[in-house]
């Protein structure tokens, strides 16, 4: 099976800056998406960033400019640097993998997969 494990949220000040990780374990050939939503409890889980397996990247307009998402060389340890935080960036931060082909028992499979998430709180 494949586990997505997030790490470094905090409660943070405004205007001050987090880091996320999120590591992707199993026996993983590819991971074609990887992406962090957040979410408030009761509200639909939104897109933050996204980064495709070509290198290319997406935001929500809300974190443009003060969110960098990155992959490290293998492709399968992903990070949101988080600058500038705003109270209305409080939520849980969620990691999320799709296309992952994997393999188990001997047999390859595809599928997506999600983090436990990780609580982030920007406050005074």
């Known amino acids: 099976q494949v586990q997505l494990v997030e790490s470094g949220g905090d409660l943070v000040q405004p205007g001050g800056s987090l880091r996320l990780s999120c590591a992707a374990s199993?026996?993983?050939?590819?991971?074609?998406?990887m992406a962090w939503y957040r979410q408030v409890p009761g509200e639909q889980r939104e897109l933050v960033a996204a980064?495709?397996?070509?290198?290319?990247?997406n935001y929500a307009d809300s974190v443009k400019g003060r969110f960098t998402i990155s992959r490290d060389n293998a492709g399968n340890t992903m990070y949101l640097q988080m600058n500038s935080l705003k109270p209305e960036d409080t939520r849980v931060y969620y990691c999320?993998?799709?296309?992952?082909?994997?393999?188990?028992?001997?047999?390859?499979?595809?599928?997506?997969?999600w983090g436990q998430g990780t609580q982030v709180t920007v406050s005074s």
């Open positions: 199993g026996s993983i050939d590819r991971i074609n998406v």
């Open positions: 980064f495709t397996r070509v290198g290319t990247t």
């Open positions: 999320y993998a799709g296309g992952v082909t994997y393999y188990r028992g001997g047999q390859s499979y595809t599928g997506n997969f």
